[in-house]
């Protein structure tokens, strides 16, 4: 069965400095990827999907993620937070008809 | 404007009295799919539509239903609905399947008491 772990529950950064939320996955092919966000009060928004090619995917606002087979994580990184990316992020792993979401870390950016 | 419709946003409401929570896209999507979240728990899968008339159970669908008549919507039912399903729902889908990229409603918030 797939599943996804995301460790940190909660992480607080301060503004202007770089980010990384951590997500391992187990599947049993090559999984597609994905980090997703949500902003309070919204549906959940993509931000980048990995399946193949380059293993450095960049995404929208800023981010990008790095796949790494060997380990079996698809880290979510920004070199620069800032305030409005405090939000919840979900890490995600599947195939064609289904998707299994980690359970989230929540970003908290302090000034 | 693309869209993914949800409603109601919020309703409370008691046990066994029957609900549907409505669900309606914009963008001609095959693919269509409910899910809940709940604190500490993430976003689990209840269940799913590849295309009109074919429906799948996700990770979690005991006491829900689901129709796909048309493609453009997918009601959930709840036909006797219980305090356990007190959470938060979305309504999400893509243009075919969960490798691309999924629209999400902004979410109905159900209170069974």
């Known amino acids: 069965a797939q599943s996804v772990t995301q460790p940190d529950i909660h992480i607080t950064v301060s503004e202007g400095a770089s980010l990384e939320l951590r997500c391992n996955y187990s599947y049993g092919a090559t999984p597609y990827l994905f980090w997703y966000v949500q902003s309070p009060g919204q549906g959940l928004q993509l931000l980048l999907k990995y399946f193949s090619g380059d293993t450095l995917v960049q995404g929208i606002k800023g981010f990008e993620a790095e796949f790494k087979r060997s380990q079996s994580s698809f880290n979510l990184r920004k070199p620069s937070v800032h305030w409005s990316d405090a939000a919840e992020y979900f890490c995600?792993?599947?195939?064609?008809?289904?998707?299994?979401f980690g359970k989230g870390t929540m970003l908290l950016v302090s000034p | 404007e693309a869209q993914v419709t949800q409603n109601p946003r919020y309703l409370i409401t008691v046990t066994g009295k029957k609900l549907t929570v409505t669900c309606s896209q914009n963008m001609n999507h095959e693919y269509m799919s409910w899910y809940r979240q709940d604190p500490g728990l993430g976003l689990r899968q209840i269940y799913y539509s590849m295309n009109v008339e074919v429906t799948d159970k996700g990770d979690v669908p005991e006491g829900y239903k689901v129709s796909r008549k048309e493609k453009r919507n997918f009601p959930l039912i709840l036909e006797s609905p219980s305090p356990n399903q007190t959470s938060l729902y979305f309504c999400?889908?893509?243009?075919?399947?969960?490798?691309?990229?999924?629209?999400f409603g902004e979410g109905s918030r159900l209170t069974v008491l």
């Open positions: 995600a792993v599947g195939g064609y008809s289904t998707l299994t």
């Open positions: 999400a889908s893509s243009l075919t399947g969960t490798t691309g990229e999924l629209f």
